[in-house]
Structures are given as C-alpha cells and as structure tokens.
C-alpha cells in the first residue's frame, strides 16, 4: 500500500511542476512582449529628443535673427530721427 499513495503524490508532484512551468513559460513570453515595448518607447524617446534638440536650435537661431533685426530698426530710427518713446 506505500508504493500506491508514493505514486499519487509522485504524480500530483509532476502536474504542479508542469503547471508552473506553464505559468513562468507564460511570464516570460509577457516579459519578452514589455521588453520589446519598452525598446520601442525608448527608441520614440531618444528621437523626440533629438527633434526638441532641433527645435531649440531654431528657436535660438530665430531670437538671434529677431535681435539682429531689432538692433537694425534701432539704427533706422535713430537714423531717421525718431524717438521710441514718442511711439
């Protein structure tokens, strides 16, 4: 009688086994999946940064263009004779 009860835990044993490989099979496919979508979102990351690195170079070439342009029309007026505070 010791042989048959061995067997029954022996196999309720393998069945658990079984059961969690399945489950960490499963934890690891969904791990590979989060994986793969984090890659994909830091990849989007590192070109919105570079796109925001662009961006501000323009902005700043913009505001050197504006204080360029503004300094002009200090020297048009000044030039002209017109006071800025009288406008």
């Known amino acids: 009688m010791t042989t048959e009860p061995e067997n029954v835990i022996l196999r309720k044993l393998q069945e658990m ?43 700043h070439e913009i505001a050197m263009a504006i204080d360029h342009h503004t300094t002009r029309l200090d020297r048009i007026e000044q030039h002209l004779g017109l006071d800025k505070t009288t406008h």
């Open 17 to 59: 086994r079984a059961e969690m490989a399945a489950q960490f099979a499963e934890i690891a496919a969904r791990d590979e999946k989060a994986q793969a979508q984090i890659g994909v979102l830091a990849q989007g990351q590192t070109g919105m940064r570079g796109d925001i690195k662009r961006m501000a170079d323009h902005i």
